[in-house]
Every structure is written in structure tokens, then in C-alpha cells.
């Protein structure tokens, strides 16, 4: 069983910056892979980014193109925790930023692959 909650979120400025953090519980969480997942109003849950566990594929990373040389995920094992660094952001980056977490190891870009959800934290961009 594995617990998630993401801090972080808020409002800022086209072209600023925001890291999400994604605290765990449970001592194996190093062997789930984790990911970020975002939902604007009115649109369906989408893939940002996943980061595979340390026992497959080396903490192996992926992104959605939208996002791909702007954001970064990273884990800190030790911490249980998971980051997502988001640069350069838009308006459209703007929506509910999840975090989730689970032993699959393949289709991992899509949100009903995993069984642990964060609550979420809003990200809102201005233009």
C-alpha cells in the first residue's frame, strides 16, 4: 500500500517556474514506478512524465511531447519522494497536477495502469 501526497502547486507568472513534490509512504516505494499525470477543466487525465523504479530499468525516464525539454521528473529514494521541475511553463500548462505510483512496468502513459493517486495540487499559469 502506498500513500502520495503532492505539495508545490500554485500560481505563476508564462515563462516562470514550479517544482511539485510527491512525498510517499511505505519503505518499497523504490520499487514503483512513479508518475505525473495532469487534468485541465473539462478535459480527460493526461500523461506528463514517468520515472521507473530503481529495480527496472535504472529509474528510467519518459515525457509527454508537450512537456519534453521543459519539465523533469527525478526520485529521491531515500526520501521517498518524487519531483516533478517544470520550466518555461504556458497557460496551458495550467490544471490539477497528480501523482501516482505502481509495480507495472509497461503502458505506463496511461492513467488507469495505476493503482495510487495523490490528491493533486493545482498549477495555475497566467498569461
Known amino acids: 500500500q502506498v500513500q502520495l501526497v503532492e505539495s508545490g502547486g500554485g500560481l505563476v507568472q508564462a515563462g516562470g517556474s514550479l517544482r511539485l513534490s510527491c512525498a510517499a509512504s511505505?519503505?518499497?516505494?523504490?520499487?514503483?514506478?512513479a508518475a505525473w499525470f495532469r487534468q485541465a477543466p473539462g478535459k480527460e487525465r493526461e500523461f506528463v512524465a514517468f520515472i521507473t523504479s530503481s529495480t527496472s530499468s535504472s529509474g528510467y525516464t519518459y515525457y509527454a511531447t508537450s512537456v519534453k525539454g521543459r519539465f523533469a521528473i527525478a526520485r529521491d529514494n531515500a526520501k521517498n519522494l518524487v519531483y516533478l521541475q517544470m520550466n518555461t511553463l504556458n497557460p496551458e500548462d495550467t490544471a490539477v497536477y497528480y501523482c501516482?505510483?505502481?509495480?507495472?512496468?509497461?503502458?505506463?502513459?496511461?492513467?488507469?495502469?495505476?493503482?495510487?493517486w495523490g490528491q493533486g495540487t493545482q498549477v495555475t499559469v497566467s498569461s
Open positions: 501516482a505510483a505502481d509495480h507495472a512496468t509497461s503502458t505506463l502513459t496511461t492513467p488507469s495502469r495505476y493503482d495510487y
Open positions: 511505505g519503505r518499497t516505494f523504490s520499487t514503483y514506478t
